[in-house]
């Protein structure tokens, strides 16, 4: 099936530093979500976007949908070690209710 | 926020036996779910999605008399794998769909279900 390309792959940090990764696709979406995985867990819904354009807020947590609508970004600010897990976005276009997925970004915090 | 289950979640069966593994929306209707199989450490791949009442749609490439999806009821669906194979062996997310307003809609995970077959 279809995926969607995220960078980086994996990523170490320290505590405290701040987090970036984003995600592309060769096609246009009308709604992007962002998921945590924490291992043998499902995907937990983090932050969702609608808009072109859209900044949204979840604690620690921003996320933004891409102008072009090709694109989206998350931001950790002042990770922690729970911070820890593999990071998913997701893509619908319009008029379908089917999410592509991304290849995944697994995030690992030295404290 | 929104609750989905999965059960059970880790099942080990032996080879041509079946597996059924139910996915409920715990507070809130779902007229569509969704499953997905993940392998170690890849991403989600979406095998089906169910509406309540009628037939699955599936995937290009996912046998569907393999795995025998029923959405019975709103907040209920349940996938069973026949005749499983140790190819069958992975991670099963099953997902439901939320309308929160207009036509946004937002999706949530179960837990997820690990089958091992043997």
């Known amino acids: 099936g279809q995926q969607l390309n995220q960078s980086p792959q994996s990523m170490f940090i320290q505590e405290g530093e701040d987090v970036s990764m984003n995600c592309t696709s060769s096609?246009?979406?009308?709604?992007w979500l962002w998921y945590k995985q924490d291992p043998g867990e499902g995907p937990v819904l983090l932050i969702a976007l609608y808009k072109a354009g859209e900044l949204t807020s979840n604690g620690r947590l921003t996320a933004q949908f891409g102008i072009t609508r090709k694109d989206s970004f998350l931001n950790i600010s002042a990770s922690i070690p729970s911070d820890v897990g593999i990071y998913f976005c997701a893509g619908a276009t319009s008029g379908t209710y089917k999410y592509i997925f991304g290849t995944g970004t697994r995030l690992k915090v030295l404290a | 926020g929104a609750v989905v289950s999965q059960h059970p979640s880790w099942v080990i069966c032996k080879s041509g036996t079946s597996v059924k593994i139910e996915c409920r929306s715990l507070d809130f209707q779902a007229t569509t779910m969704f499953w997905y199989r993940q392998f170690p450490k890849q991403s989600l791949m979406l095998m089906a999605t169910s509406n309540e009442g009628s037939k699955a749609t599936y995937e290009q490439g996912v046998e569907k008399d393999k795995f025998l999806i029923n959405h019975a009821s709103l907040t209920l669906s349940t996938l069973t794998v026949t005749s499983a194979h140790p190819e069958d062996s992975s991670f099963y997310i099953c997902s439901a769909r939320t309308r929160l307003a207009g036509p946004i809609y937002e999706q949530y995970f179960g837990p997820g279900t690990r089958l091992t077959v043997t």
């Open positions: 096609s246009i979406f009308n709604t």
